[in-house]
């Protein structure tokens, strides 16, 4: 949810900030070219930064509402079998693994991503489609008209739709989803092996969450000191309940002991 509550926060800034900038006859192409992500490496060396913010940048209402549609559905079931430290992680790396496809396209292949810079979550959200249908290919989701689906082939077909199928049209979007899926499925790959890829981006957000957090204060509590009377007389009452556990055990076994004898004499064991 929080990761929608920024998608969301920023869609309508860039909007307001479009908006205002064209009734004031400003450039209002200029958000595009400080957060949106450029093909041209030479650019991107000067916006690094660019390939972090693009992924929540997100002008067209469709583009947003699909993306976080998936986001939400997919995203529930991530964190239900791996955990939402991770959903975050997959979602910025799966980005930036998006990110970087399209900028080695970009470089290689110039003519095919022409026109405005790369901007939208779609490449983090395929990343995390991705790696949950990898995870459980056999879940069923119940999909409206259809009945009951297994998740491999819904992410199966919201791949080729969005990624494959008319690579000609939006061609540095869609490169940009093959590179978010590649995370997601490498990801998965190594998930199962124990290794989790996106581990240092979880020890970074922890950080950051220990900053926000106050720190507790030390307690110390004083204890008074038992006097040589009061010390013998605890010891007499602890050894009288010994011998009466043990008493009872050499007469009815260790398991007629209740709950409590068997805490207290696993403590006074230690």
Not at 65 to 93: A, C, D, H, P, R
Not at 137 to 155: D, H, M, R, S
Not at 219 to 232: A, G, H, I, T
Request: hydrophobic share 50%; charged share 15%.
């Amino acid at each position: 949810m929080k990761l929608i509550v920024i998608n969301v926060i920023l869609f309508i800034a860039g909007n307001l900030y479009i908006g205002i900038s064209k009734l004031s006859g400003y450039d209002s192409t200029l958000v595009y070219e400080l957060f949106g992500l450029s093909p041209a490496l030479s650019f991107f060396l000067t916006h690094f930064w660019s390939i972090f913010t693009y992924m929540f940048l997100q002008i067209d209402v469709f583009h947003i509402l699909f993306n976080m549609l998936w986001l939400y559905w997919m995203g529930q079931l991530f964190v239900e079998f791996i955990g939402s430290k991770q959903l975050i992680s997959t979602y910025l790396l799966g980005g930036i693994s998006g990110g970087i496809l399209f900028l080695i396209c970009g470089s290689v292949f110039p003519f095919s991503i022409a026109g405005m810079p790369l901007i939208g979550a779609s490449a983090a959200v395929m990343a995390i489609v991705v790696a949950i249908a990898f995870l459980i290919p056999n879940y069923t989701v119940q999909v409206f008209l259809l009945g009951e689906v297994k998740l491999k082939y819904i992410a199966l077909t919201s791949f080729v739709l969005t990624s494959i199928i008319d690579l000609y049209n939006n061609t540095g979007g869609k490169i940009a989803h093959i590179g978010g899926a590649l995370y997601g499925y490498l990801f998965i790959v190594q998930y199962r092996k124990g290794t989790d890829l996106g581990s240092f981006v979880n020890s970074i957000i922890t950080w950051f969450e220990k900053l926000g957090k106050p720190r507790s204060k030390m307690n110390v509590v004083y204890k008074k000191r038992l006097s040589d009377e009061e010390y013998n007389m605890n010891k007499l009452a602890v050894e009288k309940r010994i011998n009466e556990i043990l008493d009872k055990i050499s007469r009815s076994g260790y398991d007629s002991l209740n709950k409590d004898e068997k805490e207290f004499l696993f403590k006074q064991g230690k």
